[in-house]
């Protein structure tokens, strides 16, 4: 005679079915995620809005002027949040360095949460795309531009709004197909 087959039970089949189902459905999520990359526009309070008023050092080498956003009223621009320590940096900086020599709209550099020598240290190796680049190391400013990463880009109008939050690498694709032109109808207003 063989051994009964243990029967499955509702409780049995909810402590293993349930999780295996929720892990199913998480990792479904993050693959259609990850299919759809990973630069894109974040909802923000700030769209619309003055960007917020900050004042931080320069990052520049013995610099002691400081910067506030008021500096360039009248002009669109580009505030680019980047760190040494950020490896999607690294992958938008060719795409930045572009920018800069074809001189389309002012980028300045937001230098969030590093040390100073180290970002310095960092645009000494990769070229340095910025006009100016402000220094953040404890990251109050950022969290007043509601920054959850890094790099994070926003256009900002000539009357110093916000009109749009990016998030993640400006690839070649994003510039051309939201930034650009977008920059360019703010630029004819």
């Known amino acids: ?21 929720l892990f199913a459905a998480l990792a479904f999520m993050l ?13 923000s309070p700030l769209i619309g809005r003055a960007l917020p008023t900050f004042v931080l050092p320069q990052l520049a080498a013995g610099e002691a002027p400081r910067f506030a956003p008021a500096q360039m009223k009248g002009q669109v621009w580009l505030l680019n949040v ?20 074809e001189a389309q709209v002012p980028l300045i550099g937001f230098n969030y949460q590093d040390q100073a020598e180290a970002g310095r240290a960092w645009l000494a190796r990769q070229g340095d795309p910025y006009r100016l680049t ?18 994070e880009t926003f256009v900002i109008d000539k009357q110093g709004r916000v009109r749009h939050k990016l998030s993640g690498p400006i ?9 650009q032109p977008l920059i360019q109808e703010l630029q004819g207003a």
Do not use: I
């Open 82 to 101: 980047w760190a040494s320590w950020c490896t999607s940096c690294k992958e938008e900086h060719p795409v930045l360095m572009g920018l800069s020599r």
């Open 134 to 151: 402000v220094t953040d190391p404890d990251g109050r400013a950022g969290l007043d531009l509601g920054v959850v990463g890094v790099p």
């Open 171 to 179: 690839t070649p694709e994003v510039w051309r197909n939201t930034l």
């Open 1 to 21: 005679m063989s051994a009964p087959r243990p029967r499955l039970s509702l409780g049995r089949l909810l402590g293993f079915g349930l999780p295996l189902a």
């Open 31 to 43: 693959a259609r995620g990850l299919q759809h990359g990973h630069s894109e526009a974040l909802p």
